[in-house]
Protein backbone atom coordinates (compact mmCIF):
# COMPACT_ATOMS: atom_id res chain seq x y z
CA UNK A 1 0.00 0.00 0.00
CA UNK A 2 1.70 2.90 -0.93
CA UNK A 3 0.89 6.78 0.59
CA UNK A 4 1.54 8.78 -2.12
CA UNK A 5 -0.58 12.01 -2.86
CA UNK A 6 -1.42 13.96 -5.68
CA UNK A 7 -0.19 17.41 -6.21
CA UNK A 8 -3.85 18.74 -5.75
CA UNK A 9 -3.91 16.74 -2.52
CA UNK A 10 -1.19 18.01 -1.28
CA UNK A 11 -2.11 21.62 -2.03
CA UNK A 12 -5.34 20.99 -0.40
CA UNK A 13 -3.39 19.96 2.67
CA UNK A 14 -1.11 23.05 2.55
CA UNK A 15 -4.70 25.12 2.17
CA UNK A 16 -6.18 23.73 5.22
CA UNK A 17 -3.23 23.94 7.30
CA UNK A 18 -3.38 27.82 6.35
CA UNK A 19 -6.50 28.32 7.43
CA UNK A 20 -6.05 26.64 11.02
CA UNK A 21 -2.74 28.18 11.16
CA UNK A 22 -4.83 31.40 10.83
CA UNK A 23 -7.44 30.67 13.03
CA UNK A 24 -4.79 29.76 15.72
CA UNK A 25 -3.05 33.27 15.47
CA UNK A 26 -5.70 34.85 15.45
CA UNK A 27 -6.77 33.77 18.66
CA UNK A 28 -3.62 34.12 20.01
CA UNK A 29 -3.31 37.60 19.15
CA UNK A 30 -6.60 38.12 20.83
CA UNK A 31 -5.58 36.23 23.83
CA UNK A 32 -2.38 38.57 24.06
CA UNK A 33 -4.35 42.17 22.99
CA UNK A 34 -4.13 44.75 26.10
CA UNK A 35 -7.44 45.35 26.46
CA UNK A 36 -8.02 41.41 26.65
CA UNK A 37 -5.37 40.89 29.48
CA UNK A 38 -6.61 44.55 31.72
CA UNK A 39 -10.49 42.42 30.98
CA UNK A 40 -9.04 39.00 32.46
CA UNK A 41 -7.03 41.11 35.22
CA UNK A 42 -10.13 43.27 36.10
CA UNK A 43 -12.79 39.71 35.90
CA UNK A 44 -10.33 38.17 38.52
CA UNK A 45 -9.98 40.67 40.67
CA UNK A 46 -13.91 41.27 41.12
CA UNK A 47 -13.93 37.84 41.34
CA UNK A 48 -11.37 38.01 44.40
CA UNK A 49 -13.49 40.84 45.91
CA UNK A 50 -16.80 39.16 45.81
CA UNK A 51 -15.09 35.85 47.48
CA UNK A 52 -13.58 37.98 50.23
CA UNK A 53 -16.76 40.20 50.59
CA UNK A 54 -19.23 36.91 50.42
CA UNK A 55 -16.51 35.39 53.22
CA UNK A 56 -16.96 39.07 54.90
CA UNK A 57 -20.15 38.32 55.11
CA UNK A 58 -20.64 35.27 56.08
CA UNK A 59 -18.37 35.69 59.31
CA UNK A 60 -20.68 38.88 60.37
CA UNK A 61 -23.76 37.17 59.57
CA UNK A 62 -22.13 34.33 61.77
CA UNK A 63 -20.96 36.90 64.94
CA UNK A 64 -23.84 39.03 64.89
CA UNK A 65 -26.38 35.83 65.19
CA UNK A 66 -24.04 34.25 68.13
CA UNK A 67 -24.21 37.77 69.79
CA UNK A 68 -27.79 37.91 69.07
CA UNK A 69 -28.60 34.38 70.68
CA UNK A 70 -27.21 35.30 73.57
CA UNK A 71 -30.16 37.56 74.01
CA UNK A 72 -32.73 36.24 72.30
CA UNK A 73 -34.43 33.21 72.86
CA UNK A 74 -34.98 31.24 69.94
CA UNK A 75 -38.70 31.65 69.55
CA UNK A 76 -37.34 35.79 69.38
CA UNK A 77 -37.91 35.98 73.24
CA UNK A 78 -35.41 38.85 74.95
CA UNK A 79 -33.68 37.37 77.70
CA UNK A 80 -34.17 39.96 80.23
CA UNK A 81 -31.13 37.62 82.78
CA UNK A 82 -28.65 39.06 80.32
CA UNK A 83 -30.23 42.23 78.84
CA UNK A 84 -31.15 44.34 81.84
CA UNK A 85 -27.71 44.17 83.00
CA UNK A 86 -25.81 45.16 79.47
CA UNK A 87 -28.46 48.11 79.03
CA UNK A 88 -27.64 48.95 82.59
CA UNK A 89 -24.04 49.17 81.68
CA UNK A 90 -24.36 50.56 78.42
CA UNK A 91 -26.33 53.56 80.35
CA UNK A 92 -23.68 53.63 83.46
CA UNK A 93 -21.10 54.35 80.04
CA UNK A 94 -22.87 56.75 78.66
CA UNK A 95 -23.18 58.83 82.21
CA UNK A 96 -19.97 58.70 82.43
CA UNK A 97 -19.01 60.02 79.23
CA UNK A 98 -21.70 62.61 79.25
CA UNK A 99 -20.59 63.81 83.39
CA UNK A 100 -16.58 63.69 82.01
CA UNK A 101 -18.00 66.43 79.10
CA UNK A 102 -19.42 68.26 81.73
CA UNK A 103 -16.27 68.18 83.90
CA UNK A 104 -14.26 69.28 80.50
CA UNK A 105 -16.95 72.58 79.97
CA UNK A 106 -16.14 74.03 83.36
Not at 9 to 20: F, Y
Not at 49 to 61: H, K, L, P, S
Amino acid sequence: MSDARTPAQIEADIISRREQLAVVLDEIGVRVHPQTIMGDAKARAAEAVDRTAGRAYVAVNRAVSDVKAQFVTEDGAPRLERVIPVALVAVGVVGLIASSKRRRKK
